[in-house]
Structures are given as C-alpha cells and as structure tokens.
T-cell receptor
Framework: DQQVKQNSPSLSVQEGRISILNCDYT??????FLWYKKYPAEGPTFLIS?????DKNEDGRFTVFLNKSAKHLSLHIVPSQPGDSAVYFC???????????FGQGTILTVHP | DTAVSQTPKYLVTQMGNDKSIKCEQN?????MYWYKQDSKKFLKIMFS???????INETVPNRFSPKSPDKAHLNLHINSLELGDSAVYFC?????????????FGNGTRLTVT
C-alpha cells in the first residue's frame, strides 16, 4: 500500500535548467510534507518541508508546491547544478506522532 | 565529527545468526529511530525512542529488539536472522519527535544474510 508515490524513477536535466520532481499521496490525513536528498553510500538529508496550511515554501533554489485538492506536491530546483544529482525522497507525516512515510525516490541527474 | 554514526557499515552473516547494529548521535537530540530500506528502495520506520522510551513500534518481527541505554544511543539487535532481513538499516535522530522535526540520518548499515 504505497501511500506516497513518486512515479518517475529518474529525471535527467541540463545544468542551469529547472528540475521538477513530482509526488502524489493518497492519505488525506497527511498534514506535513518533506523532501530529503540522498547521495550514494550516505543517509538521506533534509532539504525542505511544507505544512498543509501552505501551498508554497521556498528556500533558495528549492521550492516546494502543495496542491491539497489533487494530493500532489512537487519540488522545483532552479537553477539545477551537477551537485544536485542525487536521489530525492518525498516524505509525508501526520497520520500518527512522529511517523513519516517515504516515497520510493526519484534519481535526479544534472548534466554539465 | 559525525552527527549520527552507526556501525558496522557492512554486515554479512548467515541465516540463524544473531547480530547487532549500533547507533550513536552527538546532536543532543531527544528522539532516535531505526528505518529499513528494502530492495524496492522504500524507507520504512521500524522503531522510535524518545529519551529512552519506546514511542513507535511498527509491525516488525519480535526478532528485532531495539535497546536505548541512553538518549544518545539506540542499538538494534536481530535474532535468528533470515534471508528477508537483508536490507540497508538507517539510524536517525531528531530534536523533537513530531513529523515537523527533521531527521538526521546515519550512513546506513548494509546487512546481507546468506
């Protein structure tokens, strides 16, 4: 039962262009969403988050958009840099205290 | 000065053995977690502890037993290892236990059961 789905296993983008990573969720009880980034042989690191009372949160080159009615969120990276190449996990929380549900991840490759 | 460190990094063992994975955090966080990343790459929570008290205990076989001697340590002991236990296990910590408290992960322990 995949409550958080990242339907694109991979995404390839040219340096300087925009990267858009998408995520859909099924559980309407989710009220907090996060994106984590993971490099090979390392643990995931927190990137950006958004509460369900907002529809947008921006932090430098990273912006997360939330569309609650569509149960959809996206992460925009502008401009993309080769160092952004990593696996990006969409994560949702709120169904029970402290419990986070991870998506399967999207491999982003940014070409120089 | 690693924030969340777990050992060993790799663990290869045979079915039926008992093994432990250790985790330590030097961030002063109150909550620690164990996550399992399966072959399909999903990260799923197994346990969380807040100040040595068990908070989350997902549907995990009782062969898995977490132990938190103090709030900076959360170890995972696995009895009678099975092939299906092969996965990458991540330890994490957070300042609070709510979902709005970002997790800090260790670099993972790749467990291979043969």
């Amino acid at each position: 039962d995949q409550q958080v789905k990242q339907n694109s296993p991979s995404l390839s983008v040219q340096e300087g262009r925009i990267s858009i990573l998408n995520c859909d969720y099924t559980n309407s009880m989710f009220d907090y969403f996060l994106w984590y980034k993971k490099y090979p042989a390392e643990g995931p690191t927190f990137l950006i988050s958004i509460s369900s009372i907002k529809d947008k949160n921006e932090d430098g080159r990273f912006t997360v958009f939330l569309n609650k009615s569509a149960k959809h969120l996206s992460l925009h990276i502008v401009p993309s840099q080769p160092g952004d190449s990593a696996v990006y996990f969409c994560v949702a929380g709120g169904t029970s205290y402290g419990k986070l549900t991870f998506g399967q991840g999207t491999i982003l490759t940014v070409h120089p | 000065d690693t924030a969340v460190s777990q050992t060993p990094k790799y663990l290869v063992t045979q079915m039926g053995n008992d093994k432990s994975i250790k985790c330590e955090q030097n961030l002063g966080h109150d909550t620690m977690y164990w996550y399992k990343q399966d072959s399909k790459k999903f990260l799923k929570i197994m346990f969380s502890y807040n100040n040595k008290e068990l908070i989350i205990n997902e549907t995990v076989p009782n062969r898995f037993s977490p132990k938190s001697p103090d709030k900076a340590h959360l170890n995972l002991h696995i009895n009678s290892l099975e092939l299906g236990d092969s996965a990458v296990y991540f330890c994490a910590s957070s300042l609070g236990g709510g979902t709005d408290s970002p997790l800090h992960f260790g670099n993972g322990t790749r467990l291979t059961v043969t």
